[in-house]
């Protein structure tokens, strides 16, 4: 069974710092790339940012773009999201995701996450 585990999620203040991470396990092949998507209440569910399986190109949403850093260990099994600069409008659920092709949306992600809370207070 493949499986995708996230952690780290919590609450902080504007401004603040988090680090999600995303444990890979299972049948989810070691070259796929992997990515970071997250959903508010009432909206769609958005991709953050992706990472190809070598580790040596990036995708950003505009929206995160300087302030979250994506990266993988070199055993390409665990996945992290660096969140500097948190605004209230980053709040939201995190999911992170893998697919074949890169960057990971939610139409070609093939394995999904439970999710991780992340709450900015003003």
């Known amino acids: 069974q493949a499986q995708l585990v996230e952690s780290g999620g919590g609450l902080v203040q504007a401004g603040g710092s988090l680090r999600l991470s995303c444990a890979a396990s299972?049948?989810?092949?070691?070259?796929?790339?992997m990515g970071w998507f997250r959903q508010a209440p009432g909206k769609e569910r958005e991709s953050v940012a992706s990472?190809?399986?070598?580790?040596?190109?990036?995708y950003y949403a505009d929206s995160v773009k300087g302030r979250f850093t994506i990266s993988r260990d070199n055993g390409k099994t665990t996945l992290y999201l660096q969140m500097n600069g948190l605004k209230p409008e980053d709040t939201a659920v995190y999911y992170c995701?893998?697919?074949?092709?890169?960057?990971?949306?939610?139409?070609?992600?093939?394995?999904w996450g439970q999710g991780t809370q992340v709450t900015v207070s003003s």
């Open positions: 995701a893998a697919g074949p092709s890169f960057p990971v949306f939610r139409y070609n992600a093939e394995f």
């Open positions: 299972g049948r989810i092949r070691s070259n796929y790339a």
């Open positions: 990472i190809v399986w070598s580790g040596t190109t990036t």
